[in-house]
């Protein structure tokens, strides 16, 4: 089963307009943490945003912030106010421990969405 | 600065070529990763390491192998590259549980 589900494979949004981007997750252990990144065509991986489970208050950081609905298992990423160079691949990740390796940790990424800032 | 590198960073080789993907990082960081990811899909953990001589297998089949002779180094080897091999590969290193994960820049592999 899908631990990281990213439902929209590709979204157009047009300039300066707000955006959420969904990510569901699925985890039995009760200290985990969500991560959003940014991968533009060049391909590196850029960090944008984290949620630790036990967090009180969704993480916020510039433009980005990250609706954590803990009930719900879903942690989106809205993006305030899109820019043209906000077009790029958006991952959401989430750590969780090894089992077989007991302190150790790994990260699981969702498929992504491909999003598209019009002008 | 800290951080961590990946050479080279496009790669063009032909079948049966045995290659290496070097990953160094400046941190000290005892947990290294390499990921496999097809364009425009997901990231796949294909090894890990948590420290000088430890190596273990990810959740996706690979061919390849790993090595972790020094903290700072993790390199990852195809003895025989096939086209199916044609992929990013990308490396990351973790400081302490619950910390940030720092990722590498990439390797384009094309095997013609």
């Known amino acids: 089963a899908q631990k990281i589900t990213q439902t929209q494979p590709g979204m157009f949004v047009q300039e300066k307009e707000a955006v959420t981007l969904d990510c569901t997750y699925d985890?039995?252990?009760?200290?985990?943490?969500l991560f959003w990144y940014k991968q533009p065509s060049s391909g590196e991986m850029i960090f944008l945003i984290y949620?630790?489970?036990?967090?009180?208050q969704n993480a916020t950081e510039g433009r980005y912030s990250l609706n954590f609905q803990k009930a719900r298992k879903s942690a989106n990423l809205v993006i305030s106010a899109s820019q043209l160079g906000d077009s790029a691949m958006y991952f959401c990740?989430?750590?969780?421990?090894?089992?077989?390796?007991?302190?150790?940790?790994?990260?699981?990424f969702g498929t992504g969405t491909r999003l598209t800032i019009i002008p | 600065e800290a951080d961590i590198y990946q050479t080279p960073r496009y790669l063009v080789i032909g079948t049966g070529k045995k290659i290496t993907l070097e990953c160094s990082q400046t941190?000290?960081?005892?947990?290294m990763y390499w990921y496999q990811q097809d364009p425009g899909m997901e990231l796949h953990l294909i090894h890990y390491?948590?420290?000088?001589?430890?190596?273990e297998k990810g959740d996706l089949s690979s061919e390849s192998t790993v090595s972790r002779i020094r903290t700072e180094h993790f390199p990852l080897t195809l003895e025989s590259a096939r086209p199916s091999h044609t992929s990013q590969y990308l490396c990351?290193?973790?400081?302490?549980?619950?910390?940030?994960?720092?990722f590498g820049s990439g390797t384009r592999l094309t095997v013609v």
């Open positions: 990740a989430m750590r969780e421990a090894i089992i077989s390796n007991f302190g150790n940790e790994k990260l699981t």
């Open positions: 985890t039995s252990d009760p200290s985990y943490g």
């Open positions: 949620q630790g489970s036990y967090d009180q």
């Open positions: 941190m000290g960081h005892d947990k």
């Open positions: 390491s948590y420290g000088v001589n430890s190596t």
């Open positions: 990351a290193s973790l400081g302490t549980a619950g910390g940030g994960y720092t």
